[in-house]
């Protein structure tokens, strides 16, 4: 491709992490192309994973409506907004169909996406110029980096980003001075709880280990979830259990003031999820509790991050839970021990690398 300013387009329609992890791309074509005029797609919710993201020029946000009329209004009006700005390429992350009409829709002479490996409802090789096979069985990153590479980016940046602004941070400051959290005594951000009950470890487990932390290592524990009812609730029920009482969060705090405590704490530890990638994006440690999902492909990228995960021959099926009833062997037998036993080597190495010493304050 030429290096004239182009006009790209970039759809991600999926969820928070999903998101999040497309971000290198943004930052490979950045590189590539210093002076196009680059865009995303994503779901509305989701948006704030790119907000404030400097090789991002605009966010545009697809939203449904449960109403027929109201929602096919709302796509029309979607598409003439994307059609205006005269995109030169549309690259579908997403690889379902809506995305795919949406690429098509854009009116972009080059279109590219991923040949798909199962039948689709729709022809992609009509939809799309460019259709990438790829390799099999990658992180998520680097599947997205695919995409960067067909466009003849060299440099594919390897870390994904998170920002938030100077507003953010002074809203998440005194959020957290308010419920007497400060950087005086290192904490722990903790993620038990989940819509998807299939990914989500026992209650009585993780209140275990906030009792742990806080009576072996001097670490405090702030529990963090979304507004969802059931996740409400798995916090309740960790906070309740624990005798240590950690601080809840659950529900409380916007993405970017979560970013920030995540940018805080001395270590994650949680399901599977979009605070699980946030935590790697901000550089904090990660301990990722994985039942069913694929480690390999959705677990925490980059360096210094652990996943505990049941080795046995069914580990990771990819379902919602055994049997079709909603909940994982896998992680109901996962014992208190055996994930103390990672945290203790998790942290032991955070104290050498910070030189920190149980009940310091962080660096």
Same mark, same amino acid.
């Given at each position: 491709m030429t290096d004239k300013a182009l006009r790209i387009l970039v759809i991600k329609l999926r969820y928070l992490g999903d998101v999040l992890l497309t971000t290198p791309v943004f930052e490979a074509l950045r590189l590539r192309f210093p002076d196009a005029y680059i865009a995303a797609l994503v779901n509305r919710e989701t948006e704030d994973m790119l907000t404030d993201n400097p090789a991002i020029d605009r966010?545009?946000?697809?939203?449904?409506?449960?109403?027929?009329?109201?929602?096919?209004?709302?796509?029309?009006?979607?598409?003439?907004?994307?059609?205006?700005?005269?995109?030169?390429?549309?690259?579908?992350?997403?690889?379902?169909?809506r995305a795919a009409v949406l690429a098509k829709l854009s009116g972009a002479r080059k279109r590219l996406s991923y040949l798909a490996g199962e039948k689709k409802l729709l022809h992609r090789s009509s939809l799309f110029t460019d259709l990438i096979k790829g390799e099999k069985n990658l992180h998520m990153v680097k599947k997205h980096l695919e995409m960067a590479k067909a466009l003849q980016c060299a440099s594919l940046p390897g870390k994904i980003s998170l920002y938030w602004s100077e507003k953010d941070q002074r809203d998440a400051d005194a959020i957290l001075q308010d419920n007497s959290v400060s950087d005086n005594l290192p904490f722990v951000v903790m993620h038990p709880s989940s819509r998807a009950l299939h990914k989500v470890w026992t209650a009585e487990g993780y209140a275990a280990v906030c009792d742990y932390l806080s009576e072996k290592h001097?670490?405090?524990?702030?529990?963090?979830?979304?507004?969802?009812?059931?996740?409400?609730?798995?916090?309740?029920?960790?906070?309740?259990?624990?005798?240590?009482?950690?601080?809840?969060? /659950?529900?409380?705090?916007? =993405?970017?003031?979560?970013? %920030?405590?995540?940018?805080? #704490? $001395? &270590?994650?530890?949680? !399901?599977?999820?979009?605070p699980m990638h946030m935590a790697t994006?901000?550089?904090?440690?990660?301990?990722?509790?994985?039942?069913?999902?694929?480690?390999?492909?959705?677990?925490?990228?980059?360096?210094?991050?652990?996943?505990?995960?049941?080795?046995?021959?069914?580990?990771?099926?990819?379902?919602?839970?055994?049997?079709?009833? /909603?909940?994982?062997?896998? =992680?109901?037998?996962?014992? %208190?021990?055996?994930?103390? #036993? $990672? &945290?203790?080597?998790? !942290?032991?190495?955070?104290?050498?690398?910070?030189?920190?010493?149980?009940?310091?304050?962080?660096?």
């Open positions: 966010i545009f946000t697809m939203e449904r409506d449960i109403k027929l009329w109201p929602d096919l209004q709302k796509q029309r009006q979607l598409i003439r907004d994307i059609r205006s700005e005269k995109f030169d390429v549309a690259i579908d992350l997403t690889w379902n169909d001097g670490l405090q524990t702030i529990l963090i979830c979304g507004k969802d009812e059931k996740e409400l609730d798995g916090n309740r029920a960790v906070g309740e259990l624990a005798r240590t009482r950690p601080v809840n969060f /659950g529900g409380k705090l916007s =993405l970017k003031q979560t970013a %920030v405590l995540l940018s805080r #704490a $001395v &270590l994650f530890i949680g !399901i599977d999820s979009g994006a901000v550089n904090t440690p990660v301990v990722a509790i994985f039942g069913p999902s694929r480690s390999w492909r959705w677990g925490p990228w980059g360096e210094g991050h652990t996943v505990i995960q049941k080795e046995w021959p069914c580990v990771p099926c990819g379902r919602q839970g055994c049997e079709g009833k /909603g909940r994982s062997r896998c =992680l109901d037998e996962l014992t %208190v021990a055996e994930v103390i #036993a $990672v &945290l203790d080597q998790q !942290i032991e190495k955070i104290k050498a690398a910070r030189g920190m010493k149980t009940g310091a304050k962080k660096p």
